[in-house]
């Protein structure tokens, strides 16, 4: 309804009082002036016809038998399908407490007779504005909440977008990451294999031919075999082999490559004067390569359990990072572990040319949206990694202070032009070549951060770029 459409005769008043000439001249004066008028000579039929076609506004008689205007008044107002139309009272009560109690049940204005003709009509057409005024604010109330509604959908699906983004982007190192372990894990049961069909069966028979001091031998050997804790390069390896070959061979030790070969596969390099009189004598082979086999049999074990467990991190910080199932509430959530699942979806990127160095400092859980977070922590990470062209140092501090929770990402990149850095947080702005970037990034752990009722600041300096997030905690 328009306040035009409320001065024509579309506009419909119900017009309420029990003496007919009064109900006449306000029918009269009203009908000339355009409007639609529904007289009606007590308050049971005005209750009934307001129910089935609901006026515009009401002009209600106080002073009726059975049912009088302030009890109409209530029992309108107390109605769902009633309730928001305007109600005046015209009456010649003029006392002053009757004109409060008319304003308390519900009432909008209140005209005392005899009235002036000018003087209803000011009014009736004030309250029909003043109504349709409040129906448009209420029509533009409900279209900015469904606008509202619609841009945190589209926010929620641009963050979405992002994080399925980033993720893509991480896919080839994750892969990596999971190829590694699972070649080391199929290596590993081959050897397992080989060592079960082939040597097993054979070593009883071969120990109880062994002396007891060969046998001594190989328990040692067996011993510091699977006792190693330092596991070495492939170039330490050489230089140790050379060096105990030649150490070997100074003790006139037959075979000394071929043992040295043999002992630091096993991990030993060192403190095997013990084992001299062994090397020497007719069984040391069969001793040394027994104890070789047993190692190597509880290694391949070891890289198993490396391999899956590595695995498993790798897969489980996939699953935590792209589920969809984010809850619409807040949940308690320990913010580094957000951190760490995302820089083990990066590992591979880290590990050849980026020394992460962590200070976290003793943090508590807080109440917040950790995918959410975690989306912004990623977008971070990625940020820094690629300002430093994957090489460099990426610090990530994290302290509190009071009620907030401070957490920093540091950069040793090339840093952000001043003259653009007021400008990193606008959406679609980005300094960053054509298809490298959205520019959504930094806007969008902007939103998120705030959301959280946080904020986010930057410095940065030719060589040094920081980003500090402030969350509070509550």
Not at 75 to 88: F, G, M, N, Y
Request: glycine share 6%; with cysteine; charged share 20%.
């Amino acid at each position: 309804m328009t306040s035009t459409s409320l001065t024509t005769n579309r506009a419909n008043i119900l017009v309420v009082d029990d003496t007919p000439e009064n109900l006449r001249l306000l029918a009269g004066i009203l009908s000339e002036k355009g409007y639609q008028v529904r007289p009606v000579p007590n308050g049971k039929l005005a209750l009934s016809a307001a129910q089935k076609i609901p006026p515009d506004l009401v002009l209600l008689d106080i002073m009726m038998p059975e049912m009088d205007g302030y009890q109409v008044c209530q029992q309108l107002k107390a109605s769902e399908i009633t309730k928001d139309i305007p109600v005046i009272f015209i009456s010649a009560i003029n006392d002053v407490l009757d004109k409060v109690k008319a304003f308390a049940v519900g009432g909008v204005d209140f005209i005392t007779k005899p009235f002036q003709v000018e003087e209803v009509l000011a009014r009736i057409e004030t309250h029909l504005k003043i109504c349709s005024l409040q129906q448009t604010l209420q029509e533009k109330n409900q279209d900015l909440a469904a606008a509202l509604h619609e841009l945190q959908a589209t926010q929620e699906h641009l963050i979405q977008s992002e994080k399925m983004a980033a993720l893509g982007q991480l896919i080839a190192g994750i892969a990596h990451e999971i190829n590694t372990p699972l070649g080391i894990i199929g290596s590993s049961i081959n050897n397992i294999a080989n060592f079960s069909d082939v040597f097993l069966e054979s070593f009883p028979e071969t120990y109880q031919q062994l002396s007891d001091e060969s046998k001594a031998y190989f328990l040692a050997l067996l011993y510091r075999g699977t006792h190693q804790e330092v596991l070495f390069t492939s170039r330490e390896k050489r230089k140790f082999k050379q060096q105990l070959a030649a150490d070997l061979m100074a003790e006139a030790v037959e075979n000394s490559e071929e043992i040295a070969d043999t002992l630091v596969d096993m991990e030993i390099y060192e403190k095997i004067e013990e084992f001299l009189p062994l090397f020497k004598s007719p069984d040391w082979e069969v001793v040394l390569n027994s104890a070789y086999q047993f190692a190597s049999f509880k290694k391949s074990i070891s890289l198993i359990q490396r391999a899956t467990a590595k695995s498993g991190k790798v897969v489980f910080a996939l699953k935590t990072y792209a589920h969809f199932d984010s809850k619409p509430e807040k949940v308690q959530a320990n913010l580094h572990d957000g951190i760490e699942t995302v820089l083990t979806l990066y590992q591979n990127q880290l590990k050849h040319g980026i020394e992460v160095v962590k200070n976290y400092g003793d943090l508590p859980q807080i109440m917040c949206y950790p995918d959410d977070l975690n989306q912004a922590w990623t977008n971070l990470v990625h940020n820094a990694l690629q300002a430093m062209d994957y090489k460099g140092t990426l610090t990530i501090e994290t302290r509190q202070q009071e009620a907030n929770i401070f957490l920093t990402f540091t950069d040793n990149g090339k840093g952000i032009p001043s003259e653009v850095i007021t400008k990193i947080f606008q959406p679609f702005f980005t300094t960053k070549s054509a298809g490298e970037g959205s520019g959504l990034g930094l806007d969008i752990v902007r939103k998120i951060v705030a959301k959280h009722g946080g904020t986010i600041a930057v410095d940065s300096v030719p060589g040094q770029t920081t980003f500090t997030v402030s969350l509070p905690i509550y």
